[in-house]
């Protein structure tokens, strides 16, 4: 069964569905809020993206374009795609799920940053993501690696 990767809708059936993931946190929660104050329906901004198979949401992430100006991991700063929550479920991990995820946020050729799971790293560096250069000033608890499209470079402070 082919599957692309689409851009979840802010709905009550999304949210049910977010309820399967172990990620399941303060995002979903002020979502949840937001619906039951009928501020969003179908909102078609929704930061998420997933794939479904047939009509169940078996992998997730959600991905928000962060300004240059806040930017903390490239040098020089520049707009980037920071993705949280990817997540595929048990039964269909390591069937590319999550590389489809990660290879459709690629596709806006943006430098991304993310801060994986321990146990996801080599996935992560498989995926050509690498260490953000140490940096007290930034060092915030977090281990963020990061990927660069072609042709942008890391470049030394």
Not at 58 to 75: C, N, P, V, W
Not at 100 to 109: D, N
Not at 128 to 137: A, C, K, L, N
């Amino acid at each position: 069964m082919e599957t692309k990767v689409v851009r979840l809708k802010i709905n009550f059936k999304t949210l049910e569905e977010f309820k399967k993931f172990k990620e399941y946190g303060l995002q979903e929660l002020s979502m949840l809020e937001d619906l039951e104050a009928n501020i969003v329906d179908n909102n078609s901004d929704s930061p998420f993206y997933g794939i479904y198979f047939g009509d169940k949401l078996i992998a997730r992430m959600s991905l928000y374009q962060i300004d240059a100006k806040f930017d903390r991991y490239f040098y020089p700063p520049q707009n980037y795609l920071e993705l949280w929550k990817l997540e595929v479920l048990p039964d269909y991990q390591g069937k590319g799920y999550g590389r489809q995820l990660v290879e459709f946020a690629k596709s806006f050729k943006l430098p991304i940053k993310t801060n994986p799971r321990m146990q996801s790293r080599d996935f992560w560096e498989k995926m050509g993501f690498t260490p953000v250069e140490y940096d007290m000033e930034r060092d915030r608890g977090e281990n963020p690696l990061v990927w660069y499209p072609e042709g942008v470079e890391a470049q030394e402070k």
